[in-house]
């Protein structure tokens, strides 16, 4: 044979050879791809068998969780039981205020931290009764602080001694060291007097305008109890005083007088529930109980007054 003959008997036997290969990869590829359409629904059913343990392992999760958390609100819960049985409990009981009111011509506004209080002797011996035959117009003098005086009484109801703290505007009858604050044994009962009030110009106004609720027509003051023990409690009294004094002459409000009588002046006094916390569950603030009554007129004029 010639080389040109080997050389196609070679290209021949090799083109065989690949073919043969081909069709070996060919019913591999057709075996394996069999194989995989029966493996298929087996895998598909262990990808879901471990999706259900997953969500079955975050239920599970979940539930601890909820456990946990129920259990450390039974364990703070009972806590603050503990706590409540040996607390002070004080209660807060107030008269209306005395009529008339007092006016402080030298004033035109409360007095801030570290001035003379209105209580002090001082002060009242610069303060007279208001009258009702006194006008003050509009454009006149309303500067002047028209002020109530009213007393009040503290009752500690619980069974240990309580330490208890008064507003700036606020003192006890009794002469003490400290004016406003003092220790409450249980049973004892302890009196206390407290000044507050606004310009003659701000209770026109409550009184002219007095929608959206108007917080010049009320005073405000916080009673704080509190204990001698690690895990205690602060309990907070608030007190509103509030009414209107001041009444038109003409209507219009350009001269403005006192009430003729205590009645057509509607003060009164409210105390609202007591709010306490408990040390172990450390600060927070929360609204005080005037809040929503004077949250519009506060908006419409962006601050507080309080």
Not at 77 to 105: F, M, Q
Not at 178 to 203: C, D, M, S, Y
Not at 226 to 236: A, C, K, M, R
Request: net charge negative; glycine share 6%.
């Amino acid at each position: 044979m010639t080389a040109a003959e080997w050389i196609q008997i070679v290209s021949a036997v090799g083109a065989v050879a690949a073919a043969v290969a081909a069709a070996s990869a060919a019913r591999s590829g057709r075996a394996a791809a069999r194989t995989a359409a029966k493996q298929l629904p087996e895998l598909q059913q262990q990808v879901e068998i471990n999706a259900a343990q997953a969500k079955a392992a975050e239920e599970q999760v979940g539930l601890a969780q909820e456990m946990l958390k129920a259990s450390t609100a039974m364990v703070a819960e009972a806590a603050r039981a503990r706590t409540d049985e040996r607390a002070p409990l004080v209660v807060a009981l107030l008269e209306v205020p005395k009529w008339p009111p007092l006016i402080d011509a030298t004033r035109d506004r409360m007095p801030y931290e570290g001035e003379l209080r209105l209580l002090d002797h001082r002060c009242l011996a610069q303060s007279e009764a208001a009258s009702p035959a006194q006008i003050f117009a509009r454009n006149g003098e309303r500067k002047g602080l028209l002020w109530f005086q009213t007393r009040g009484v503290l009752i500690n109801e619980g069974a240990t001694t309580a330490r208890v703290r008064l507003d700036d505007d606020a003192q006890f009858v009794e002469e003490t060291a400290a004016r406003r604050e003092r220790l409450l044994r249980p049973g004892e009962v302890a009196q206390f007097e407290w000044g507050a009030g606004h310009t003659i110009a701000e209770w026109a106004e409550a009184r002219e305008k007095p929608d959206p609720p108007n917080p010049l027509g009320a005073c405000f003051m916080t009673i704080t109890v509190f204990d001698s023990f690690e895990h205690g409690i602060f309990d907070h009294i608030h007190v509103v005083m509030s009414g209107r004094p001041i009444v038109s002459v003409d209507g219009s409000f350009d001269e403005v007088r006192l009430a003729s009588r205590e009645s057509e002046a509607d003060m009164g006094v409210t105390v609202f529930p007591t709010r306490r916390t408990y040390r172990s569950d450390g600060p927070r603030r929360d609204p005080l109980p005037w809040d929503g009554t004077y949250a519009a007129w506060w908006k419409e004029r962006g601050r507080r007054t309080t």
